[in-house]
């Protein structure tokens, strides 16, 4: 007899995604998104709009970043930003604060899991 596991390979674990998008900050997602590999999560607004934020049915880069960090996700891909702001790079020092694997998700750029 011939064990497979003598000829074969376990296979690599899977890699896993998480979409929130159009959505506020809420705690009830973290354990459907738990451990993904990378979450793709809105952050339509810096922190000082949080308010705003809320109202309009958004998240804020620092909601996106704690959601990531308490999901224990591997990476962070923030987008959904608003044309009210004319620079990105505050909202990627924002959520880095929280959450130091964080990228902007530009558009036309392709992400690897």
């Not at 809105?42 to 705003?52: I, Q, S, V």
């Not at 804020?60 to 790079?89: N, P, V, W």
């Not at 505050?90 to 392709?110: C, R, W």
Request: proline share 3%.
């Amino acid at each position: 007899m011939i064990k497979n596991e003598w000829l074969t390979e376990a296979a690599p674990k899977g890699k896993s995604y998480a979409f929130c998008a159009d959505t506020k900050y809420n705690e009830d997602m973290i354990p459907h998104i738990k451990g993904a590999d990378l979450i793709y999560n809105e952050a339509t607004y810096l922190e000082n709009f949080r308010d705003r934020a809320e109202l309009r049915f958004h998240s804020t880069t620092k909601q996106a970043a704690m959601m990531a960090q308490k999901a224990g996700s591997k990476r962070l891909l923030i987008g959904h930003f608003s044309s009210k702001y004319d620079t990105l790079e505050e909202f990627e020092k924002e959520a880095k604060e929280i959450f130091p694997n964080t990228e902007l998700a530009i558009e036309g750029v392709t992400y690897r899991i």
